[in-house]
């Protein structure tokens, strides 16, 4: 009888103290986020850790495999590749971060007034995401780079144009199903504005869908750039990205493996680290899933 009136006086949490309580119980979320906050730190504070130039050139040492002096080794031109990998790691992770965030203001906002609009505005809304969708990625890339020439902003423009794409219909469903709520047509009885009900009740409702895939556009986004690097349509010389690296890698496989090595094994973890970490708030956050 006292365990069951503990029970009954103890105060409820939260949805979202009972969704930081699930995605804390997901050792695999964790250990991805801690992983990822690792390398990251690593990453942006290299130039502490590790102050070597990465673009320094000794010929001399050209191709030396992981020594005390260069713990990763060096590459074709004796650059250090502990030094090129942390700034590698700088650019991939500036490129996925950058390229989520110009994605979900375009596709967050254009999804949500897509749906509260509803009727002819919505259809012609949803044709022109259809058409945007048929256009060839690497062409849309090539055609940005003729007009304004090879510039590292354009990264961010021509991925944040594709992946905004696939946000803005995900939170137009969202939306539709969230207007007809019960909270959204008492706020619409009590003559609330639209931007109102943006703010007050679209966008926190929304709030959870957006964390999910904004943690799981992150690695899609920083494949893209690797993708890019592989055409040569990357970033260019002096900077690197860990694609960059890695294609530079796949050319000297044989001969110095580590130039392929590292670079994979940073980016592959980092990937796997954001997946885990994106399947785990999707798990937490559903609402549709139980305390077990």
Same mark, same amino acid.
């Given at each position: 009888?006292?365990?069951?009136?503990?029970?009954?006086?103890?105060?409820?949490?939260?949805?979202?103290?009972?969704?930081?309580? =699930?995605?804390?119980?997901?050792?695999?979320?964790?250990?991805?986020?801690?992983?990822?906050?690792?390398?990251?730190?690593?990453?942006?504070?290299?130039?502490?850790?590790?102050?070597?130039?990465?673009?320094?050139?000794?010929?001399?040492?050209?191709?030396?495999?992981?020594?005390?002096?260069?713990? $990763?080794?060096?590459?074709?031109?004796?650059?250090?590749?502990?030094?090129?990998?942390?700034?590698?790691?700088?650019?991939?992770?500036?490129?996925?971060? $950058?390229?989520?965030?110009?994605?979900?203001?375009?596709?967050?906002?254009?999804?949500?007034?897509?749906?509260?609009?509803?009727?002819?505005?919505?259809?012609?809304?949803?044709?022109?995401?259809?058409?945007?969708?048929?256009?060839?990625?690497?062409?849309? !890339?090539?055609?940005?780079?003729?007009?304004?020439?090879?510039?590292?902003?354009?990264? @961010?423009?021509?991925?944040?144009?594709?992946?905004?794409?696939?946000?803005?219909?995900?939170? =137009?469903?969202?939306?539709?199903?969230?207007?007809?709520?019960? @909270?959204?047509?008492?706020?619409? !009885?009590?003559?609330?504005?639209? =931007?109102?009900?943006?703010?007050?009740?679209?966008?926190?409702?929304?709030?959870?869908?957006?964390?999910?895939?904004?943690?799981?556009?992150?690695?899609?986004?920083?494949?893209?750039?690797?993708?890019?690097?592989?055409?040569?349509?990357?970033?260019?010389?002096?900077?690197?990205?860990?694609?960059?690296?890695?294609?530079?890698?796949?050319?000297?496989?044989?001969?110095?493996?580590?130039?392929?090595?590292?670079?994979?094994?940073?980016?592959?973890?980092?990937?796997?680290?954001?997946?885990?970490?994106?399947?785990?708030?999707?798990?937490?956050?559903?609402? =549709?899933?139980?305390?077990?």
């Amino acid at each position: 009888m006292a365990d069951t009136r503990d029970m009954l006086s103890a105060p409820s949490l939260s949805p979202r103290a009972q969704a930081w309580g =699930r995605l804390r119980r997901n050792k695999a979320a964790v250990a991805g986020a801690v992983g990822v906050c690792v390398l990251m730190a690593a990453c942006f504070l290299g130039g502490f850790l590790w102050p070597q130039d990465p673009a320094a050139q000794e010929l001399s040492n050209a191709l030396s495999s992981p020594s005390l002096s260069h713990p $990763l080794g060096t590459d074709a031109l004796g650059r250090d590749m502990l030094a090129r990998v942390l700034q590698g790691g700088r650019v991939s992770f500036a490129v996925g971060l $950058l390229g989520t965030a110009v994605s979900l203001v375009i596709g967050v906002f254009y999804g949500m007034f897509s749906g509260w609009r509803g009727g002819r505005t919505d259809a012609l809304m949803m044709r022109l995401i259809d058409i945007a969708y048929a256009l060839p990625f690497t062409l849309f !890339v090539m055609l940005l780079m003729v007009v304004f020439g090879r510039q590292f902003w354009l990264i @961010f423009v021509a991925i944040g144009a594709v992946q905004w794409l696939t946000m803005a219909r995900i939170v =137009r469903g969202e939306t539709l199903a969230l207007k007809q709520r019960s @909270f959204v047509e008492a706020s619409r !009885v009590l003559g609330q504005n639209g =931007r109102g009900i943006f703010k007050k009740h679209l966008l926190p409702n929304l709030a959870g869908t957006i964390a999910i895939y904004a943690t799981l556009t992150v690695p899609t986004v920083m494949l893209l750039e690797a993708f890019l690097s592989f055409l040569g349509l990357g970033v260019q010389a002096p900077l690197t990205s860990w694609g960059d690296l890695i294609k530079d890698g796949a050319v000297l496989m044989e001969e110095a493996p580590w130039l392929l090595i590292f670079p994979s094994l940073a980016f592959s973890l980092t990937l796997l680290g954001l997946n885990f970490l994106g399947d785990g708030l999707r798990d937490a956050l559903d609402p =549709r899933r139980g305390e077990k």
